[in-house]
């Protein structure tokens, strides 16, 4: 297996408005042993979503052939062992996504990390290794290699699954939205019945529904905070305001 950055690796996949500066970016990340290929019809409904939007998928840095691609080492996979080798993949990645927000002056908040299965592991993890990475993830059938000690706490996280999922069993995603909704995360969990571990269309759906309609915890707490400092909005409980909990669908 080799791992490499370099110039003889595929160029990633990169899709720019008609018209005009993009003013969003999504990064979407495929699952092991799969290229960007994989998402070629997440890629199509994002981009009719956003039109303004600009759309990168790269290729997983280590291959075995050249469209089987992984984000980190499968050799003698173990759970003593995944943890690290996750890890050491997210510098190289948040790396490439920095330096397409420099380039294209566009912030963490108008950047989604869209990953499925492994690549969604790669897309939680990398928002904890840098806060102002990325405002979403949206994780299709993916988890984080480890649970957090704490929420990402400029990130609404999206997860998206399916209910027959045979490799990422639906409990375990179930414990992670509660994990999550215990640390005061801003996290949504939908699940779509009758599915396995696939980019379904009706979960495709829900993410662009996600995308669309959510409005960031982050965003309600401010301004619930400049209501409480308002005092024309004494007799205004802020918190019949609150949106709801996050909810299991």
Request: hydrophobic share 40%; proline share 8%; charged share 20%.
């Amino acid at each position: 297996m080799t791992t490499s950055y370099g110039p003889t690796d595929p160029m990633p996949l990169i899709y720019v408005p008609a018209q005009g500066a993009p003013r969003q970016l999504f990064v979407l990340l495929h699952d092991d042993a799969a290229s960007p290929a994989q998402l070629a019809q997440l890629t199509q409904s994002i981009k009719q979503a956003f039109p303004q939007s600009m759309v990168v998928l790269p290729y997983a840095p280590l291959h075995t052939r050249d469209e089987i691609r992984h984000w980190f080492d499968q050799n003698d996979l173990n759970e003593k062992n995944y943890v690290e080798r996750v890890k050491a993949a997210l510098p190289a990645l948040v790396s490439f996504i920095q330096r397409i927000q420099r380039q294209y002056r566009l912030e963490g908040e108008h950047t989604a990390l869209v990953g499925f299965g492994q690549g969604a592991t790669i897309a939680l993890e990398a928002v904890h290794t840098q806060f102002d990475l990325a405002g979403r993830v949206v994780a299709f059938s993916g988890s984080y290699a480890k649970l957090p000690d704490m929420a990402p706490p400029a990130t609404t996280l999206h997860f998206l699954h399916g209910e027959n999922d045979p490799i990422m069993p639906l409990m375990f995603l179930q414990e992670t939205h509660q994990h999550l909704a215990e640390l005061q995360g801003d996290t949504t969990l939908d699940i779509a019945s009758q599915v396995g571990h696939e980019l379904h269309d009706a979960l495709i759906r829900q993410a662009i529904y996600r995308l669309q309609t959510c409005i960031p915890l982050r965003s309600w707490k401010a301004a619930l905070g400049e209501l409480k400092n308002d005092p024309d909005n004494d007799e205004i409980d802020p918190d019949n305001l609150m949106p709801p909990s996050p909810t299991l669908h």
